[in-house]
């Protein structure tokens, strides 16, 4: 009797759902009308659901051309130093600010009026600073001059290869009063390096910006030492427990 049960009900639900087939007629409606007001207006009915939902894969098909071409369309960077071949870059690293500037020389660095080798007496600290200046094979090329505040000895360094590597290639965007951002091109002529000067950033050379890239050189490192937290002893670690 159980298996009979069950045949009898799955063939009324068939019977039944055949008779709703028939007999209702469901008007899909264009996302036009849609957008044109002609869409019935009774709430959560199934035509205004049957077209809202094509109206939403069109729009998403349509913004995935849009992102599909402007991906193809190829960022054209142009050279852009001042009237003496200097480029200028802000770079940063956890508390660390540089204000570097790159132009045509001998390969000289300069920090906060010091040598390379005065100011960073690590190998390692030195090896962070000239790692553009290597991957592009311009070392004895370009002279750099660089002001560092702030942080520590190895976050400085890496301030400043930071501030090399967007110097040498990063596009150029400048912050004007009143909020917004303007391509830099009043400041092509700019005369020395001051420090109002280092608030843009200029382009050395635009065709190193894949080398940099791919040496991952270009991003700016957003990691910071976490806060300690209240009860802890530090960020994380506890203190000592006892039982009693």
């Known amino acids: 009797m159980g298996r009979l049960h069950v045949f009898l009900f799955m063939w009324c639900a068939h019977v039944l759902l055949m008779y709703m087939v028939d007999t209702i007629h469901i008007a899909v409606v264009p996302p036009t009308q849609i957008m044109a ?24 098909e349509r913004r995935k051309k849009a992102r599909l071409q402007a991906q193809s369309e190829k960022k054209v960077f142009v050279r852009q130093v001042d009237q003496y071949g200097r480029a200028y870059a802000v770079g940063r690293r956890k508390s660390a600010v540089a204000f570097v500037s790159v132009w045509p020389g001998e390969g000289k660095i300069s920090i906060n009026k010091q040598p390379l080798r005065s100011y960073f007496s690590s190998i390692t600290r030195r090896d962070e600073v000239i790692r553009p200046l290597v991957v592009c094979n311009m070392l004895f090329d370009v002279d750099v001059q660089a002001r560092v505040s702030g942080g520590g000895m190895m976050g400085q ?72 937290k209240p009860g802890r002893a530090k960020a994380r670690k506890a203190f000592q427990w006892v039982k009693r």
């Open 37 to 60: 007001g002609q869409v019935d207006d009774e709430p959560g009915s199934f035509a205004q659901a049957m077209a809202y939902n094509e109206f939403k894969e069109l729009e998403l």
């Open 157 to 228: 360094a890496q301030a400043i290869r930071h501030g090399i590597a967007l110097a040498l290639q990063v596009c150029c965007v400048v912050w004007v009063l009143g909020g917004g951002c303007l391509p830099c091109l009043f400041y092509t002529f700019c005369s020395s390096p001051s420090p109002n000067r280092y608030t843009h950033t200029q382009r050395y050379n635009p065709g190193l910006r894949e080398t940099l890239r791919s040496w991952d050189l270009v991003r700016r490192d957003s990691r910071v030492v976490e806060r300690k």
